[in-house]
Each structure stands twice: as C-alpha cells, then as structure tokens.
C-alpha cells in the first residue's frame, strides 16, 4: 500500500525556514512525479512545487519561486521543500502528493496519492 508521509511543519518567526519531508513507501517512486501542494484554511488547495526525477526537472509556483526549493533522494523515496524566508501568507496545511507519471501537473485531480498534511504557521 502507498503511503505519503510528511513531516516538519510547525510554528517559525517570519523571515524563517523550515525543511518539510515527505517520506514514501510501498512502491518504487523512481519514474514517479513528486510535489507539494498547499492548502490554508477557507482556500483551495494549490500547488506548490514538484520534480520529475528522470528528466531533472523542478517546477515552482510563481508566488514561492526564489524562496521554496524542492529536493528529492530517490534512492530513499524522499522528497524535501526547503522553505526561506518564510511570510506570514506560507501559513497552511502542506501536503505531499504522487503521481505515477514523468509529468507534474499544477491541479490537484492530476496526483494519485496525497500525505495527510503537516501544518506549517509563520508569525508576524
């Protein structure tokens, strides 16, 4: 059974980082798309950041480019989000998510499976 676990979230100052993990289990995730996904409270979810690890290629959403870098050991099936310079507007729920494919995709219908969230909450 595949399981997305994420964890590192937690309460940081702004100006801040965080590294998040998400640790993946139950299959081999080397021709898998690995990202991260947010969601804050009243908003849809949105994406965040994901890799294709065959082809070497990132992706970034235009409000997180610059400060969010997303990493991946693929030999361990884990995918990391390094969090700089964190803002207030970082706070919400991030999710880990996979899709058996090379492609990543921005919207939430095209990922497979889904971690159960870690929450990350950046004061002023």
């Known amino acids: 059974q595949v399981q997305l676990v994420e964890s590192g979230g937690g309460l940081v100052q702004a100006g801040g980082s965080l590294r998040l993990s998400c640790a993946a289990s139950?299959?081999?995730?080397?021709?898998?798309?690995m990202g991260w996904f947010r969601q804050a409270p009243g908003k849809e979810r949105e994406f965040v950041a994901g890799?294709?690890?065959?082809?070497?290629?990132?992706y970034y959403a235009s409000s997180v480019k610059g400060r969010f870098t997303i990493s991946r050991d693929n030999a361990g099936n884990t995918v990391y989000l390094q969090i700089n310079s964190m803002k207030p507007e970082d706070t919400a729920v991030y999710y880990c998510a996979a899709a058996n494919r090379q492609v990543v995709y921005t919207t939430r219908d095209r990922w497979d499976y889904w971690g159960q969230g870690t929450q990350v909450t950046v004061s002023s």
């Open positions: 139950g299959r081999t995730f080397s021709s898998y798309a």
């Open positions: 890799n294709t690890w065959s082809w070497g290629s990132s």
